[in-house]
């Protein structure tokens, strides 16, 4: 029988490899360095913090970011988006008690635990998200059509990293500008300098 202490290193060390090879997969395909952050993105726990860069320069404001946030807002996304982180802490604080109290593990273990299943968890949190992001897009594409929509998603290519799919759904609340257009022009948008 393995112990749960061992289980929880191979499980963080699983982690360690498995964010290396996303990140390494992410230099090779953006050409872009990651910097000190890249680094801290493999450390466990402390990756939970890191921030996410997401912009090169502040998007401009346009009819169709204002559009955007407004379906955000009439389809009461930001409410259910804190329900649901609402509903997911309280999940945590129910498995970090029953890990704390029932296994009878020590404090800093039953972090770690809950460091590994957050880590699922966050992905789906952030298709949620994702999915209330193109909601908020289609809302503004009905008011504004396919001409300007475009024409937006292309200059918020020009602010954005373009970060990988696989990169994003891990780390950001936000689907890139490529997923996005994909969604809602049905092709990709990128950046002219690209
Ligand atoms: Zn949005």
Redesign the pocket.
Known sequence: MISLGAMLVFCLALEFVARLVLEIRERRLTQLHGGMFALLRLIPLVNDIVPLPENRREPLENEFVKL??EG?ASLR?GILRNLAKVALLLLAVWLLAFLFASRGLSLIEAILWLHLAAIPVRIVFHLYCWH??YE?DRYAFDKLGKKKAKAAMRDLAECEIPYTKLFAVVYRE?PTVVIRSLKILNKEIKPESN
């Open positions: 955007h946030e955000h996304h209330q992001e908020a936000h």
